[in-house]
């Protein structure tokens, strides 16, 4: 990694707080520190964990110092149970809708503990996620840049962009219409059931939806945008970031490849419910390219009656496989109903269930694994990318309905599952089309070339974050703006 020696930098990180922006935070942070910039992480006391044990890892092993500073979260205030600080631990079930929006009240909130720390520790540029929407107003009381971060590509914040300029979604006739986004190159098409609601609403009193609404509006206000993305996997999107939207844009991705020894990569913020050993020893019994991984992030919550269709379309496409479960996939009496009578016993040998969290980035850099199927989170998504494998699209919600489009009709390296319906808490992805597609992305001459784009990228991907790569390039450039000014 290049040093650039500028010791008298300093950028403050702001992650938002859900496991899916924690963690390409804290890269983003070890990246600036690797290069002699010093770096702060705000988070609360529950997360902290989340950074400490790799900050200590890092500056034991790298001598890279990462600062972190702890602000209290109110969550019994805002009528949150004690300690539900990170998304992933807001109560589900009937009230989960309210919880979800006290939450990002509770996030509204931090605003002035964020300043108090702005005028202790004078940073040069605050990197915000873009749930804080008071973040731009917060970096000008004190004179510096505020960066937004949207744990992201360029191509979900193009999408919606171009169409609240051009508001296509307005001129159909049904739900189910599929739409052309003008003015975005590639003849992209949606249908207004698979986008966000703050795009179709003009409900004031949707306090989720305004809030949604409120982040895109800052993006454009804020001083640049930094993408955990390269330039090479999206060059028309990022070109239009910057040209057609006027944002001054940094692809610095991706961040995660500066992880690189085994732990760096094991842990990610959370324990494996797996010894990665294990894993590992499993993995290699199998031929290359032959294993498909299966994962939905850290949100996802299916019903039963959908975790049985995906059980029974894996197991009807004859593929071997890992698939990761959320561990609380359990009835009162303990029984996990949600899978097929006798499945663990027919897929001994073929299939690896793993309840809890899975060490992502081991397995998929694994060379059995031979394609992936996602709910299209950015991470998940960016991470199947740099694997080099083929990915079947499952999205739920947020932008992930825009990444299932960037893989399966810019990139062409995935195929789709066909999920119509942004809000459809039932099942939105049958067994055959679950089967259909893990056949077409591991079988047969049309998967053949679809392995040889994605390992390409994947190939660009490591080029990107290498000494003179694109990313490696933007990354200084961005340095050098900010200690310059
Ligand atoms: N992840 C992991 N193990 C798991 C589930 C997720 O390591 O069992 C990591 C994954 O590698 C990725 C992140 O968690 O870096 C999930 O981020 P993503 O944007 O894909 O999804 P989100 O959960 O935020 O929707």
Redesign the pocket.
Known sequence: MMSTEIPQLHVMFLPFL????M?PTLDMAKLFGARGVKTTIVTTPVNSPIFSKAIQRISKDLGVQIGIKIINFPCVEVGLPDGCENVDTIPKGETSMEMTINFFKAVSMLQESVEQLLSECKPNCLVADMFFTWANESASKFGIPRLFFN?SCSFSLCVPAACMIHEPHKHVSSDSELFVVPGLPGDIKFTRKQFPEFMLSNDDNNGFAKLLKKTNEEDLKSYGIVFNSFYELEPTYADYCRNVLGKKAWHIGPV?LCNRNFEDKAW???QSSIDEHECLKWLSSKKPDSVVYI?F????EFSFAQLMEIALGIEASGQDFIW?VRKNKKDEDGNEDWLPEGFEKRIEGKGLI?R??????LILEHESIGGMV??C?????L?GVTAGVPMVTCPLFAD?FYNEKLVTQVLKIGVSVGVEEMRNMGVSAKREAIEKALKEIMVGDEAEEMKKRAKSLGLMARRAVEDGGSSCSDLNALIQELSSM
């Open positions: 859900g496991l899916g922006h963690i744990g995660g990610r913020g959370k994962c992030g850290t949100l996802a990761v793993i809890g969290w899975a060490p992502q980035v996602t709910h989170g950015w991470n998940s998504t991470e992930q």
